[in-house]
């Protein structure tokens, strides 16, 4: 339930903002765990996602994670898996045990790896029937990855879209639920391989907010209208004078 002094809250459709909320994965980039805490605080009773990063996963590990469960949040492990298939399947089972909501691989490591994933996710759940399924999805260029850096030093000739495109429809042959990409890439996404296919879209940049070392960046607004399903949203909130204003501007534009 939201905090009763967000007057303008109260009187809009409480429905509609939280599901534009339930659509918002909030980075949690921070150095270690008490200042996510902080953040936390701050956003209290706003129903969105939490995103773990490498970061803050490295500082505080999978007691974080437990945590962030036991406050009511859905969360992210944006680990980006990127190894041969076995260690990833164990990897996936692992995480799949912490409870995470949704977690990624990289579309990079090939179709056999992304099988090994989903694998070691579903032998959780062989495991111990009271598990969930997480959302698995693979990264396919990061946003800040422009077409010269792809070209020349990936390697990778052509459009960033092209590649963002062919690695989704790899994730989709392994099964997998949808992919990250950047907002620009979401309406070819779902042409290639479905709308029930997930994208989910860091990048994004209220209006008047600088991109840091994005390059492939729409504001919340504008990746909403796109059609992608969630969308990740770091410094802008965590760096804001007023986190939780900010958060609730964004999912005012995302209504």
């Known amino acids: 339930m939201l905090r009763s002094r967000q007057y303008e809250w109260r009187r809009a459709d409480l429905r509609s903002f939280e599901e534009a909320a339930g659509k918002l994965i909030v980075g949690l980039d921070f150095p270690d765990a008490d ?12 129903p969105c996602y939490m995103k773990v990063g490498l970061q803050l996963f490295y500082a505080a590990g999978p007691d974080l994670i437990r945590e962030l469960k036991q406050r009511g949040y859905s969360v992210f492990l944006d ?10 399947k164990g990897g996936a089972n692992s995480v799949t ?3 995470v909501d949704l977690f990624n691989v990289h579309a990079g490591g090939g179709l056999d790896m992304m099988k090994a994933a989903r694998e070691g996710a579903l032998a959780a759940l062989e495991s111990d029937s009271s598990l969930t399924m997480p959302k698995i999805i693979a990264v396919t260029q990061l946003t800040s ?6 070209n020349e030093e990936i390697g ?11 690695y989704a429809e790899v994730a989709r042959q392994a099964g997998l639920d949808g992919v990250v990409a950047s907002p620009l890439e979401v309406t070819a996404i779902k042409a290639q391989c479905g709308q029930a296919f997930l994208t989910v879209t860091p990048g994004i940049r209220p209006a008047n907010s600088p991109q ?11 990746a909403m209208a796109q059609g992608t399903d969630y969308i990740v949203v770091g410094r802008p909130i965590i760096a804001a004078p ?3 204003e900010a958060a609730e501007s964004i ?4 209504m």
Do not use: C, F, W, Y
């Open 35 to 46: 200042q996510a805490r902080k953040l936390l605080k701050e956003l209290e009773g706003i």
């Open 79 to 88: 680990v980006k898996m990127h190894d041969i298939p076995n260690t990833v």
């Open 97 to 99: 045990k912490l409870g």
């Open 145 to 150: 990855t422009s077409r010269r850096v792809m």
């Open 156 to 166: 990778i000739p052509g459009e960033v879209e092209g590649a963002v495109v062919h």
């Open 212 to 222: 840091g070392d994005q390059s492939r960046t729409l504001t919340p607004g504008e």
């Open 242 to 244: 007023n986190p939780r």
């Open 251 to 254: 999912i005012k534009e995302m």
